[in-house]
């Protein structure tokens, strides 16, 4: 089992910067890829950045240019949130991903005010 905490989300303005931190513990894994995706009301969830055991990285069109994803290790990852935008509000959720395990955090808001 793998349990992941996020922390970081919060109110902000447009234009406005927020990070994101995830932790993974349980039985980890170090050829793991972690990421964040993310779900707005009435929307489905959708990737926002992933970044693999290698630091191979993958961003959604949307947050190119604006979004950092990065780890210090194998059992964390975070997101560095620039330029912020009121599309960018949704609840963020934290992925880890090994082979056919996929594990979730419980989410952590983020609103972006206009």
């Known amino acids: 089992q793998v349990r992941l905490v996020e922390s970081g989300g919060g109110l902000v303005q447009a234009g406005g910067s927020l990070r994101l931190s995830c932790t993974a513990s349980?039985?980890?894994?170090?050829?793991?890829?972690m990421g964040w995706y993310r779900q707005a009301p009435g929307k489905q969830r959708e990737l926002v950045a992933t970044?693999?055991?290698?630091?191979?990285t993958n961003y959604a069109d949307s947050v190119k240019g604006r979004f950092t994803i990065s780890r210090d290790n194998y059992k964390t990852v975070s997101l560095q949130m620039n330029s912020l935008r009121p599309d960018d509000t949704a609840v963020y959720y934290c992925?880890?991903?090994?082979?056919?395990?996929?594990?979730w955090g419980q989410g952590t808001q983020v609103t972006v005010s206009s």
């Open positions: 970044i693999t055991d290698s630091g191979r």
């Open positions: 349980g039985i980890i894994f170090s050829d793991n890829a």
């Open positions: 992925s880890y991903l090994r082979g056919s395990d996929n594990y």
